[in-house]
């Protein structure tokens, strides 16, 4: 089973960056395509990016194209997202799961049966 700890989350101003960051555990974590999500309060959790395996694929959704980076280290078992210009309706609680790439590609976001929810980490964006 392949597990995730995310961080960094915080509270920001309109206009302000952050970086959040997953851990995973359970498994290397180079076999496998990773996406982002997250939850608004009240709201469904959405993927807003992916990047493949070897981190030389990325997408995006339009909502955070041009602002959010994907990136990855797998020496450390660890994916980022650096976030900036964050707007107010960038606040949720933000999470990484297993993804099969070619689902990030056409927005379905299939995420793997080996994954497993971590807690994820608030990020609130004040306007």
């Known amino acids: 089973q392949l597990q995730f700890v995310e961080s960094g989350g915080d509270l920001v101003h309109t206009g302000e960056s952050l970086r959040v960051s997953c851990v995973a555990s359970?498994?290397?974590?180079?076999?496998?395509?990773i996406g982002w999500f997250r939850q608004a309060p009240g709201k469904g959790r959405e993927g807003i990016s992916c990047i493949s395996p070897s981190g030389s694929g990325t997408t995006y959704e339009d909502s955070v194209k041009g602002r959010f980076t994907i990136s990855r280290d797998n020496a450390k078992n660890t994916v980022y997202l650096q976030m900036n210009s964050l707007k107010p309706e960038d606040t949720a609680a933000y999470y990484c799961a297993a993804v099969r790439f070619t689902s990030c590609t056409d927005s379905t976001y299939d995420v793997l049966r080996t994954n497993s929810w971590g807690q994820g980490t608030q990020v609130t964006v004040s306007s």
């Open positions: 359970g498994s290397r974590l180079e076999y496998y395509a």
